[in-house]
């Protein structure tokens, strides 16, 4: 059964420091998404991708976060100066009707 | 006032029992997901929705556009149906889902 991957599965992080999440969606998906979760809250949208571009973004998705699709197949969240408030599990999610979720990333920034 | 309400916000069964959750949104919408997410976080969809009801073995999910709400039963609950249950409302297609806050299930032997 295809899945989304995403790597890592854990992040530890300074502040201030930029990481990378990357995600590899189901291969023959359009759309593409980035969701978060801070611990014991729900989930929250961060941004769509579609077309090789965003097609929609939170209040949350401001200057310090970025997405590409460097390639056929990875779609990457880049957050440039990591704050304290960025830990959460972030999830990658691909799809048209029935969303696949990867099994997300847990960043934990120092 | 969020768009998507869960209730219960917490739920404990005995093994064996039939479950519902429910869920109201204020949104007009395209599709409604039932989602599950485990301890580990990972979340898994359980089922899309735009009209009637949906079974998937144990699970059925119903939907009613009208009155703008949906459940989840779940027939003779094991344990290892304990997880958190989200619902999810989808404004059209492709488009973001609207996550509601879960129902954290613990179904006991």
């Known amino acids: 059964e295809p899945e989304v991957t995403q790597t890592p599965s854990h992040q530890v992080t300074q502040m201030g420091q930029e990481v990378i999440l990357h995600c590899v969606p189901i291969?023959?998906?359009?759309?593409f998404y980035w969701y978060r979760q801070i611990l014991g809250q729900k989930v929250e949208f961060l941004v769509s991708?579609?077309?090789?571009?965003?097609?929609?973004k939170s209040e949350i998705f401001d200057d310090q976060f970025s997405v590409e699709r460097p390639d056929g197949s990875n779609f990457t969240l880049k957050i440039r100066s990591t704050k304290l408030e960025d830990s959460a599990m972030y999830f990658c999610?691909?799809?048209?009707?029935?969303?696949?979720f990867g099994p997300g990333t847990r960043l934990t920034v120092l | 006032k969020n768009e998507v309400e869960q209730s219960p916000q917490n739920l404990t069964a005995q093994e064996g029992e039939f479950i519902t959750i429910n869920c109201s949104y204020s949104?007009?919408?395209?599709?409604l997901h039932w989602l599950q997410q485990h301890p580990g976080g990972g979340i898994v969809s359980l089922f899309m929705l735009s009209s009637g009801k949906k079974k998937h073995g144990r699970l059925i999910a119903t939907i009613n556009i009208q009155e703008k709400h949906s459940s989840l039963h779940i027939t003779a609950s094991h344990p290892r149906d304990s997880a958190v249950y989200i619902c999810?409302?989808?404004?059209?297609?492709?488009?973001?889902?609207?996550f509601g806050p879960g129902t954290s299930l613990s179904v006991i032997p």
């Open positions: 949104v007009g919408i395209s599709a």
């Open positions: 999610a691909s799809g048209g009707g029935v969303l696949f």
């Open positions: 991708f579609y077309n090789n571009e965003i097609s929609e």
């Open positions: 291969s023959n998906h359009l759309y």
């Open positions: 999810a409302a989808q404004k059209t297609s492709y488009d973001k889902v609207i």
